[in-house]
């Protein structure tokens, strides 16, 4: 919890290499009901250049969150990996459910053929 704010950490898929980490991002309203307002993937499997072992490595992400009120920042801090820049995430939510990703509002789906 931050805030009005909850964090659920969750994991998808089974298996060696497979599995992934998430986290969700709810809005609690004034009767305590649940609004999701965000899932973001917070982990990845990358292989190594140069590396002993050909297996990949889990990647996972930190989580800095900041509230202004106005929305909350949630920043995604990718871990120092030898020999792999991992991109830094920016996600900015709105109690409207508002939400911007890096910079930029999220792709709406496109719809099907």
Not at 54 to 59: C, E, F, K, N
Request: hydrophobic share 35%; net charge neutral; no cysteine.
């Amino acid at each position: 919890m931050e805030g009005r704010w909850l964090f659920l950490r969750y994991g998808i898929g089974r298996g060696t290499f497979a599995r992934e980490e998430h986290v969700r991002v709810y809005l609690v309203g004034q009767t305590n009901a649940l609004e999701e307002m965000a899932d973001m993937k917070i982990s990845s499997y990358v292989d190594v250049p140069g590396a002993k072992s050909s297996d990949p490595i889990l990647a996972e992400y930190k989580i800095h969150v900041s509230d202004d009120k106005a929305a909350i920042t949630i920043t995604f801090i990718p871990p120092t990996i030898k020999g792999i820049l991992l991109p830094e995430k920016t996600l900015r939510v709105t109690p409207k459910g508002e939400q911007v990703v890096d910079g930029k509002p999220p792709e709406a789906p496109q719809p099907p053929r």
